[in-house]
C-alpha cells in the first residue's frame, strides 16, 4: 500500500480533525462574510497552525490554485465557500474533513501496527536463524509458534 504513514501524517490528521471543529465554530463568522464576495471570487476561510481562525479572504476564481496556498501557509487550512452557502454546508463540511481525517488516522494506525508486527516477526525470525534455531523443516522458525496453530 502506498501513502504517507510518518508520525507527521498521523499528526496532521490528528490536527485537521481538530481544525475541523474551528471552521465549524465559525460558521456564522464565514456566512456574514460571504455576502461581501463579489462576482467571480469566492470565500477563503484560513486557519492558521496553531489552530485558530485567521479570517476569511476574497480570491479571483481564476487565482484559487495559486492564491489559496498561500493563504494556508505552512501548516495551515483552508477551505473554499461560493456565494449563497449556507451555515448548515459548512457544518456539513466540518464534519466530513473531520471524518475523513479520523478515517486517515485509523488506516495509518493500523497500517504501522501491522508493519511493526512484521517488524518483531521478522526481528524474531532473524534473531532465531543467528542463533542457529530451526525448526523441525529446517526453515528456521521456531517450532510450536503460535501462527503454526
Do not use: C, Y
Amino acid at each position: 500500500m502506498h501513502g504517507d504513514f510518518s508520525p507527521e501524517a498521523r499528526e496532521r490528521a490528528l490536527r485537521t480533525i481538530l481544525v475541523s471543529d474551528v471552521f465549524a465554530d465559525n460558521a456564522e463568522t464565514i456566512v456574514t462574510a460571504l455576502v461581501d464576495v463579489p462576482a467571480g471570487h469566492v470565500l477563503v476561510a484560513v486557519v492558521d497552525d496553531g489552530h485558530g481562525f485567521a479570517g476569511t479572504h476574497h480570491v479571483e476564481e481564476s487565482k484559487i490554485v495559486e492564491r489559496v496556498p498561500e493563504l494556508e501557509a505552512p501548516g495551515g487550512w483552508a477551505m473554499v465557500f461560493s456565494p449563497g452557502t449556507k451555515s448548515a454546508d459548512i457544518l456539513r463540511r466540518a464534519n466530513q474533513m473531520a471524518e475523513i481525517a479520523k478515517a486517515r488516522l485509523e488506516r495509518i494506525d493500523r497500517i504501522v501496527a501491522r508493519r511493526e508486527g512484521k517488524l518483531a516477526e521478522n526481528s524474531a525470525q532473524a534473531f532465531l536463524e543467528a542463533e542457529g534455531v530451526e525448526d523441525a523443516e529446517g526453515t528456521g522458525r521456531a517450532a510450536n509458534s503460535e501462527r503454526d496453530h
